[in-house]
């Protein structure tokens, strides 16, 4: 009886793992199509501006990336907040900085506490000169 049982839990073991290995094939030709379906999307451009696609820019790090060696660089403020774009290589792309996300941006590429960071003008005596 001892001899038989080593023989019959290698035969579950072996079971076992060939369900395994075809329900892991069906998984890999369903991942294959979806893949392959994917591939065919054609990425969709929200806007275009003078032809150039636009891409919008989630972090600093990707904007800084994407837009290292610019042709141009182009700011402006949009209500409270700020839009930075850059053209390189015929794309034009974006990063949008919210009204409470610029401090904190100026924070970090400052390397300066951001209660020393305040919104306003700076008036000194000579600006009336």
Do not use: Q
Request: charged content about 35%.
């Amino acid at each position: 009886m001892c001899s038989r049982r080593p023989a019959e839990v290698l035969d579950f073991v072996i079971k076992v793992l060939r369900e395994h290995e075809r329900w892991l094939d069906g998984f890999a030709k369903e991942l294959k199509a979806i893949v392959d379906r994917l591939g065919r999307l054609e990425p969709k451009r929200a806007e275009t501006v003078e032809g150039m696609p636009v891409f919008r820019c989630r972090t600093w790090g990707e904007f800084k990336e994407k837009g290292r060696k610019a042709e141009s660089v182009y700011i402006s403020r949009e209500g409270k907040g700020l839009t930075i774009s850059a053209v390189s290589n015929g794309k034009l792309y974006r990063y949008v900085l919210e009204p409470g996300g610029i401090r904190s941006w100026l924070s970090w590429l400052l390397n300066v506490p951001e209660e020393k960071i305040s919104e306003g003008r700076l008036v000194t005596g000579d600006a009336g000169k």
